[in-house]
């Protein structure tokens, strides 16, 4: 299991021991070797002592002593042992002057010699008592570090427990959210190391209220769209049902006929934007050359153009333009920029599509001879189910609104101008390299 407190906690409480560790493993060297000075500061002492003694009495006295772990033994100057305090201990035969350790078959002794009116006086203890006695005092040394070692690690415990405190409770409180409540979090209430999440968190939170609200927005939009052409064909309907003769029959069907067709025009318009929407199924992106584009939209727009006497024809195309993207996507787009200019320019009109490459940025153009686009209006006519003119004009108003949600996923721009002679210019301007997410 990935937890971050497991991790705090195994990194410091192991940290902590092992600093611990070489502590106490420094102290312990320490009190060994202060213990081990102390006791040299012995032997040297009872040497000193013993230098004005006859060896008789007290000295023996002292060398008597069970519980005494020093060996005295005493040279005179022709190096004959005159005194020793264990005669049947095996000692060192010679004595060097100061410190000494020495082995022997009993094992090693360490061994304080001073010279004092010609005799020689040594001190010995062995090392196996001074090394018991100097282990026994170092650990006595390390007594509060096996106290402190737990103590400590509790206390880390509590203290990582505590501080992250505040991504347990934001845990919860991401928990407990339902889709309504999409509040943003309190960042002041949270630790600095925390705020960038909860920002992240709460731009997030903003970013899917708005996509709630625009979906709300469509489908409540779309329902109303969906309402009164079906209600016409419902009215249509009963039209036909109606029909005293002949010619009235054959009227309302030719009706429901057209209330047929533009409710088709309008689902199919939702679904194209759906499909368009971010987040839906990707389609494979590829190098889509805007000359077959403009030549296939041109050749599928030209019947309907004709029907009207409008002049439409590609005015100028450069091979070399080309953009990465979706190319079902980018036929949708021109044909519905083709289909509304077809749409509001009027008999004997002229439409001319044009592609090309400007500093490096391919573009589509498109230019009628229709009535335009006010100013004003430029910018809402990309707004879904919005339609110039009111109800009355044709169409579901989803065209420009689906041409925004392509050229958007494309990374190109959208712009509106009057036309040089009279009408509409529209112009799609495509980034030089693209990657398409």
Not at 283 to 294: E, F, G, K, M, R
Not at 371 to 390: H, K, L, S, T
């Amino acid at each position: 299991m990935n937890s971050i407190r497991r991790k705090l906690l195994l990194a410091l409480i192991g940290a902590m021991s092992a600093v611990m560790l070489l502590g106490a493993a420094a102290t312990y060297k320490a009190a060994r070797d202060e213990a081990n000075d102390l006791f040299d500061y012995h032997l040297e002492q009872i040497a000193l002592a013993l230098r004005d003694q006859t060896f008789q009495g007290s000295a023996e006295a002292l060398a008597g002593e069970k519980n005494f772990d020093f060996v005295i033994r005493v040279w005179d100057r022709e190096g004959l042992s005159i005194y020793s305090s264990r005669p049947h201990r095996v000692l060192p035969d010679i004595a060097r002057l100061g410190y000494a350790t020495e082995e022997t078959s009993e094992g090693a002794w360490r061994v304080f010699a001073l010279q004092h009116l010609g005799q020689t006086i040594t001190v010995a203890q062995p090392m196996q008592v001074r090394s018991q006695l100097a282990a026994a005092a170092a650990l006595r040394t390390l007594i509060p570090f096996g106290i402190l070692l737990p103590l400590f690690a509790l206390l880390i415990w509590w203290v990582v427990i505590r501080e992250l405190r505040p991504l347990s409770e934001l845990a919860r409180s991401v928990a407990v959210r339902t889709p309504d409540s999409l509040h943003p979090f309190v960042e002041n209430e949270v630790p600095e190391e925390v705020r960038p999440l909860v920002h992240s968190l709460n731009d997030l939170l903003s970013r899917l209220e708005a996509a709630l609200l625009a979906q709300r927005g469509f489908i409540a939009d779309a329902a109303h769209e969906l309402r009164t052409p079906l209600t016409a064909l419902q009215l249509q309907t009963q039209l036909v049902e109606r029909a005293a003769s002949d010619g009235e029959r054959s009227a309302a069907l030719h009706d429901l006929k057209q209330g047929l067709a533009r409710s088709m025009h309008t689902v199919h318009q939702l679904l194209t934007l759906a499909r368009q929407e971010p987040g839906a199924a990707e389609q494979a992106v590829a190098i889509v050359s805007l000359t077959d584009l403009v030549r296939q939209v041109v050749a599928d727009h030209a019947a309907l153009a004709a029907e009207k006497n409008i002049d439409l024809g590609a005015a100028a195309i450069d091979p070399a333009a080309c953009v990465s993207g979706d190319g079902d996507a980018l036929s949708t787009l021109l044909a519905n920029l083709l289909g509304n200019a077809v749409r509001f320019t009027p008999a004997g009109g002229r439409i001319d599509v044009s592609c090309g490459v400007a500093g490096q940025h391919p573009y589509l153009e498109v230019v009628d001879s229709g009535p335009g686009i006010p100013a004003a209006e430029r910018e809402r006519v990309f707004d879904r189910f919005y339609r110039q003119g009111g109800d009355e004009c044709p169409g579901s108003g989803l065209g420009l609104a689906i041409v925004k949600t392509i050229a958007n996923r494309h990374g190109a721009t959208i712009s509106l101008d009057d036309a040089p002679a009279s009408g509409l210019r529209v112009r799609i301007d495509f980034p030089a390299v693209r990657a398409i997410s």
